[in-house]
């Protein structure tokens, strides 16, 4: 199969589809891959690297998507990006579709390609592979930013999050006990930090104090989650809905309740965000100021450590890439559920339950699209 990595053109976009380790194991297997010139350069994977692979380098964007069948990115495409792709090839990136424009899901309907989002990709336990693959950085990544935004230069409350003799450390409450949670919180924790997680799932709850026996844990009813919010110093945001946008757990009046100078880290913000005052922002503005509290709301945080994050995702999604190049993707959806899971669009249909009940769109089951052969794959 030809399969195409394009370098990613969203501000401050560093990651990488690919790296060059995951071509030389696509070309060894028998396929061959095409890179944008410069695509890894940001995250310090030169093109010498990728063709020292075996992989070719293109010198546009268009000629890669042109000449592909399976094309590997990180965020989804652009309008300019789906307006080239044809109605045989299959896109694997971070869509979030739950919180696109409704024209960017049209055009991934009217141009019948098959869409698999990396963010809903799931195995039968309930994991999801891919993502946990980015949360397992992001959970440690936010406790590192609360830590900066908290210095007095920062604009925080001049608070260290372990403390000192006889000076308290700060409380981070951390909202979800999933894979960004659990990870935020055994950070936090080694820091020295107040640690707070609070998630209505016991099971996940229960595996966290296993895991960091020193966190304080409760269900996340509206009454513990206004009470935590107002005495902490730091709140991480860390909650998810499979493949649904996120609900505003901490409404506006209770960020209101916080000290000047707290900090909230919204890392929920990809799907929505689960504070009511957050918004995007980016990594070259990634603060604003709402009621005296930093809020930092970066939607792909993880690409501000490019090299880890792009290793750790293609770590991930190589095992599923190697599936699709290898059996074709009818085949590959067929016997492999975790990508069945991850489909959003397939040959002009919506195949993903969430997304059709967001957009009001007709929602077909994917078995019955895969028979749809050369249509739609």
Same mark, same amino acid.
């Given at each position: %199969?030809?399969? @195409?990595?394009?370098?990613?053109?969203?501000?401050?976009?560093?990651?990488? @589809?690919? *790296?060059?380790?995951?071509?030389?194991?696509?070309?060894?297997?028998?396929?061959?891959?095409?890179?944008?010139?410069?695509? @890894?350069?940001?995250?310090?994977?030169?093109?010498?690297?990728?063709?020292?692979?075996?992989?070719?380098?293109?010198?546009?964007? !268009?000629?890669?998507?042109?000449?592909?069948?399976?094309?590997?990115?990180?965020?989804?495409?652009?309008?300019?990006?789906?307006?080239?792709?044809?109605?045989?090839?299959?896109?694997?990136?971070?869509?979030?579709?739950?919180?696109?424009?409704?024209?960017?899901?049209?055009?991934?309907?009217?141009?019948?390609?098959?869409?698999?989002?990396?963010?809903?990709?799931?195995? !039968?336990?309930?994991?999801?592979?891919?993502?946990?693959?980015?949360?397992?950085?992001?959970?440690? %990544?936010?406790?590192?930013?609360?830590?900066?935004?908290?210095?007095?230069?920062?604009?925080?409350?001049?608070?260290?999050?372990? =403390?000192?003799?006889?000076?308290?450390?700060?409380?981070?409450?951390?909202?979800?006990?999933?894979?960004?949670?659990?990870?935020?919180?055994?950070?936090?924790?080694?820091?020295?930090?107040? *640690?707070?997680?609070?998630?209505?799932?016991?099971?996940?709850?229960?595996?966290?104090?296993?895991?960091?026996?020193?966190?304080?844990?409760?269900?996340?009813?509206?009454?513990?989650?206004?009470?935590?919010?107002?005495?902490?110093?730091?709140?991480?945001?860390?909650?998810?809905?499979?493949?649904?946008?996120?609900?505003?757990?901490?409404?506006?009046? %209770?960020?209101?309740?916080?000290? !000047?100078? @707290?900090?909230?880290?919204?890392?929920?913000?990809?799907?929505?965000?689960?504070?009511?005052?957050?918004?995007?922002?980016?990594?070259?503005?990634?603060?604003?100021?709402?009621?005296?509290?930093?809020?930092?709301?970066?939607?792909? %945080? *993880?690409?501000?450590?490019?090299?880890?994050?792009?290793?750790?995702?293609?770590?991930?999604?190589?095992?599923?890439?190697?599936?699709?190049?290898?059996?074709?993707?009818?085949?590959?959806?067929?016997? /492999?559920?975790?990508?069945?899971?991850?489909?959003?669009?397939?040959?002009?249909? /919506?195949?993903?339950?969430?997304?059709?009940?967001?957009?009001?769109?007709?929602?077909?089951?994917?078995?019955?699209?895969?028979?749809? =052969?050369?249509?739609?794959?």
């Amino acid at each position: %199969m030809n399969i @195409g990595v394009l370098k990613e053109t969203a501000l401050c976009e560093r990651r990488v @589809g690919l *790296t060059p380790a995951s071509v030389r194991r696509l070309i060894e297997s028998g396929h061959r891959v095409l890179v944008e010139r410069g695509a @890894g350069e940001r995250s310090h994977f030169p093109d010498t690297n990728y063709e020292s692979a075996g992989g070719g380098i293109a010198f546009s964007a !268009a000629e890669v998507i042109d000449r592909c069948e399976l094309l590997v990115k990180i965020e989804r495409p652009t309008r300019q990006e789906f307006e080239r792709l044809h109605a045989r090839q299959t896109v694997l990136a971070f869509f979030h579709l739950a919180v696109a424009e409704p024209e960017e899901v049209h055009l991934a309907l009217d141009r019948a390609i098959t869409t698999i989002g990396y963010e809903i990709m799931e195995t !039968a336990e309930g994991r999801l592979p891919v993502l946990e693959s980015i949360s397992e950085i992001a959970g440690p %990544m936010a406790v590192a930013v609360a830590a900066h935004l908290l210095r007095s230069s920062s604009g925080g409350r001049g608070i260290l999050l372990g =403390g000192a003799p006889g000076i308290p450390p700060a409380r981070v409450v951390i909202l979800g006990a999933g894979v960004v949670g659990s990870c935020a919180a055994r950070t936090a924790l080694a820091s020295g930090a107040l *640690t707070f997680v609070l998630d209505n799932d016991v099971g996940k709850l229960r595996r966290l104090l296993a895991a960091a026996p020193g966190v304080v844990t409760g269900l996340a009813d509206t009454g513990t989650v206004r009470e935590a919010v107002r005495r902490a110093d730091v709140l991480i945001g860390a909650v998810l809905l499979h493949g649904e946008r996120t609900p505003h757990l901490v409404t506006r009046s %209770m960020v209101e309740t916080m000290q !000047a100078g @707290g900090v909230v880290i919204d890392v929920s913000i990809d799907q929505g965000g689960c504070v009511e005052t957050s918004r995007p922002t980016t990594l070259a503005d990634p603060v604003f100021l709402a009621g005296g509290i930093l809020h930092y709301c970066v939607p792909n %945080m *993880t690409a501000d450590i490019a090299h880890t994050a792009s290793a750790a995702l293609s770590q991930a999604s190589l095992p599923y890439i190697l599936d699709l190049a290898g059996l074709g993707v009818e085949e590959a959806l067929e016997r /492999c559920p975790d990508l069945a899971r991850g489909v959003y669009t397939l040959g002009g249909e /919506c195949a993903h339950q969430a997304l059709a009940e967001r957009w009001h769109l007709r929602r077909r089951e994917i078995h019955s699209l895969v028979g749809i =052969g050369d249509a739609g794959l």
